[in-house]
């Protein structure tokens, strides 16, 4: 991040690319003065600068330590480098947060404008993210977004406890920006359907995490070629994506 922080007009995208793995830069650098975020504020002060995908390694602390843990969100700062990047086009923000880290206190939830300076990225054209959510904070800041937006990735949103699901963000979207572009990355069909054909919704109430047999293609981050039907094993070998044991 120096390196890139002293050729910052030179540095138009910063891309850190996890795959789904548990790490990426210690969110810690959020939590008080430091170089690594000044050297990261600096790059994102770029005028050209217009993609951010940023993966967040954040540690498994005790429960009594909640507290610390979420300052580094809280306390403004990651939000401030982040408004830095006025021509922002693409943000895309992975964390290694589950819904186990809040048991069920929803009280405890980082609302995502808190953080997202949506407001000060007229230009935003993607967006992704995989952090704790609710229901409710989701569909509000969906709702927010710039007339910019051409897609939108909810494909990896954690749920806490009594926060909401799948099937009911589904029907909060279409209840609400029914006019937005949809991507899910691996449903967009069903998706798709649900809210502008008025067909079924794909996932069951109170889905949290697993999506359903029949619903959606499954992808491997690490085989960008590979795509299959979600389907159980019964109908690959119908299909015949896969035979039978023949022991």
Known sequence: MRV???KRNYVSELVMTSNHLPTGINYTIFHAPCEEYDNFATVLKNPDFRRLDIAMLINRELEEDIGRRWRSFLNGRLRRALGEAKPMEHFRLHT?????????DVDR???L????PIEKWPRLRHFLSRFLVSQSDITSFL???????????LSMPEFLIDGGDYYGLLDDIRKMIRQ???SDGGTEKEAHDFIYCERPNP???DCRCDTPYGVGILKDVFEPDFERPNVNWDDMIEMGITKEDMD
């Open 4 to 6: 890139l922080a002293n």
């Open 96 to 104: 290694t947060a589950t819904g186990n880290l809040y048991d069920d």
């Open 109 to 111: 939830l980082i609302p």
């Open 113 to 116: 404008q808190s953080i997202v």
């Open 143 to 153: 709702a927010a977004l710039p007339k910019s937006v051409r897609s939108i990735d």
């Open 180 to 182: 937005r572009t949809l």
């Open 203 to 205: 996932f069951f109430d």
